[in-house]
């Protein structure tokens, strides 16, 4: 089956109960049992759904795994994953790792007895380096945030293998349509559905994906405990969002693909981050790991001073905090997602006050060009 097919008819789609073309919002918070002490698929919304259900099959079809759960947000399906971790344990990361996950594993983490290091995941040395007696966990985000740095899943999964280390990988960038870390050998895939896989800028929600049996009942007992469940408006939404996601997805690729090759060309531009551009430090492992690049590219304005004029005079794309949207989103990571980083933390990163990362939408691509030439110029 093909992808497009896949995502329409690849997965309950039909209401089991009904026969209706769209799973229909089960909007109840409980169940009416048969009988006492037997048994029900359904019995209370925070163990279960119908709609949510529903969407943790389309999340299984997706990330090609045998368990899918859904989540309130990405941050509640990454922060499930990472209370794996016991006291005395430890965890790496990488040191760009999206701040929302920084700031779980930096300062809520040491809570918990947990201890984590940050590295330059894009060094097979540097991580063999970090490994520590106690180490538990690696964390990839790749490509990451907003430098679209790459990582060597197959090289990272194979270290962890050596050490007997569980492997997470947060794919929200690439989506499961261009990278499945699964496939790769890592254990635990999360994502946020607020991006890409809902693709609306309406919805936030988060997912877990893997094919391990024990660690799935370990966070199932977490979801339900935990209790950052979905909602069920939110899990229709996502449904209803993610049928387009092939189509979406190959037009926001191709837009990058032209927008990256465009400013890479222009004077007013110094430096452009796009994980398939010719140049890119890591081209050929995201070639290897990937299908692109991507829908997300990051660049510097050769004169930081032209930054302000710049935004305001780009009329097409939104302003905005987030990405993975049918619209173009510019965002600014030194004021926005990384402003929870210290400046040297940032500079150490490479995340100059001057830079912009763009999600690139559905939009035309001759109409995205022209505003960028005329916000240039
Ligand atoms: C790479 C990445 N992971 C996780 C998250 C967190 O997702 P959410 O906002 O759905 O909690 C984000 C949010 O921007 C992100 O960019």
């Given at each position: 089956?093909?992808?497009?097919?896949?995502?329409?008819?690849?997965?309950p789609?039909?209401?089991?109960?009904?026969g209706a073309?769209?799973i229909?919002?089960?909007?109840?918070?409980t169940?009416?049992?048969?009988?006492s002490g037997?048994h029900?698929?359904?019995s209370?919304?925070?163990?279960?759904?119908p709609?949510?259900?529903?969407?943790?099959?389309a999340i299984?079809?997706?990330?090609?795994?045998?368990?899918?759960?859904?989540f309130?947000s990405?941050?509640?399906?990454?922060?499930?994953?990472?209370?794996?971790?016991?006291?005395?344990?430890?965890?790496?990361?990488?040191?760009?790792v999206?701040?929302?996950?920084?700031q779980?594993?930096?300062?809520i983490?040491?809570?918990?007895g947990i201890e984590t290091?940050?590295?330059?995941?894009s060094?097979?040395?540097?991580?063999?380096?970090?490994?520590?007696?106690?180490?538990?966990?690696?964390?990839?985000e790749?490509?990451s945030?907003?430098?679209?740095?790459?990582s060597?899943?197959?090289k990272?999964v194979?270290?962890?293998a050596?050490?007997?280390?569980?492997?997470?990988?947060?794919n929200?960038f690439?989506?499961?349509?261009?990278?499945?870390?699964?496939?790769?050998g890592?254990?635990?895939v999360?994502?946020?559905m607020t991006?890409?896989?809902?693709?609306?800028?309406?919805v936030?929600?988060g997912?877990?994906?893997t094919?391990d049996?024990r660690?799935y009942?370990?966070l199932?007992?977490f979801?339900?405990?935990?209790?950052?469940?979905?909602g069920i408006?939110?899990?229709?939404?996502?449904?209803r969002g993610m049928k387009?996601l092939?189509?979406?997805?190959?037009?926001s690729?191709?837009?990058?693909e032209?927008?990256?090759?465009?400013?890479s060309?222009?004077p007013?531009?110094?430096?452009?981050?796009?994980?398939?551009?010719?140049?890119?430090?890591?081209?050929?492992?995201?070639?290897?790991?990937a299908?692109?690049?991507?829908?997300v590219?990051s660049?510097?304005?050769?004169?930081e001073?032209d930054?302000?004029?710049?935004?305001?005079?780009m009329?097409v794309?939104?302003?905005?905090?987030?990405l993975?949207?049918?619209?173009?989103?510019?965002?600014?990571?030194?004021?926005?997602?990384?402003?929870?980083?210290?400046a040297e933390e940032?500079?150490?990163?490479?995340?100059?006050?001057?830079l912009l990362?763009?999600?690139c939408?559905?939009?035309?691509?001759?109409?995205l060009?022209?505003?960028l030439?005329?916000a240039?110029?």
């Amino acid at each position: 089956m093909g992808t497009n097919t896949e995502l329409l008819h690849g997965y309950p789609v039909v209401d089991p109960y009904t026969g209706a073309a769209s799973i229909p919002k089960y909007q109840t918070s409980t169940f009416n049992q048969q009988a006492s002490g037997e048994h029900q698929e359904y019995s209370y919304t925070r163990f279960g759904n119908p709609t949510v259900s529903a969407l943790e099959e389309a999340i299984k079809k997706l990330e090609h795994a045998a368990y899918g759960l859904a989540f309130s947000s990405g941050m509640a399906a990454i922060s499930n994953v990472l209370m794996l971790l016991k006291a005395g344990d430890h965890a790496i990361f990488p040191h760009e790792v999206y701040g929302g996950t920084c700031q779980f594993a930096g300062e809520i983490l040491p809570n918990y007895g947990i201890e984590t290091s940050f590295i330059d995941m894009s060094s097979i040395e540097e991580l063999e380096a970090a490994i520590q007696e106690n180490t538990k966990l690696i964390y990839i985000e790749t490509p990451s945030n907003p430098l679209l740095k790459v990582s060597d899943i197959k090289k990272i999964v194979q270290v962890a293998a050596k050490h007997k280390l569980l492997t997470v990988a947060d794919n929200t960038f690439m989506t499961p349509l261009n990278q499945r870390p699964l496939d790769l050998g890592v254990d635990l895939v999360v994502e946020s559905m607020t991006k890409f896989i809902n693709g609306h800028s309406d919805v936030v929600a988060g997912l877990i994906a893997t094919n391990d049996t024990r660690l799935y009942e370990k966070l199932y007992l977490f979801q339900k405990n935990f209790g950052g469940i979905l909602g069920i408006e939110e899990a229709w939404l996502v449904l209803r969002g993610m049928k387009t996601l092939g189509l979406r997805m190959a037009k926001s690729v191709e837009n990058a693909e032209k927008l990256a090759e465009f400013l890479s060309q222009h004077p007013k531009v110094s430096k452009v981050y796009y994980p398939s551009l010719a140049g890119h430090d890591n081209a050929t492992v995201q070639k290897s790991q990937a299908k692109n690049g991507g829908a997300v590219l990051s660049f510097e304005l050769k004169d930081e001073a032209d930054l302000e004029k710049f935004i305001k005079n780009m009329k097409v794309p939104i302003y905005a905090v987030s990405l993975g949207g049918v619209e173009t989103i510019i965002s600014h990571p030194a004021s926005m997602s990384h402003a929870c980083l210290t400046a040297e933390e940032r500079a150490e990163q490479g995340v100059t006050d001057g830079l912009l990362r763009m999600s690139c939408g559905i939009e035309d691509v001759e109409d995205l060009l022209a505003d960028l030439e005329q916000a240039l110029k």
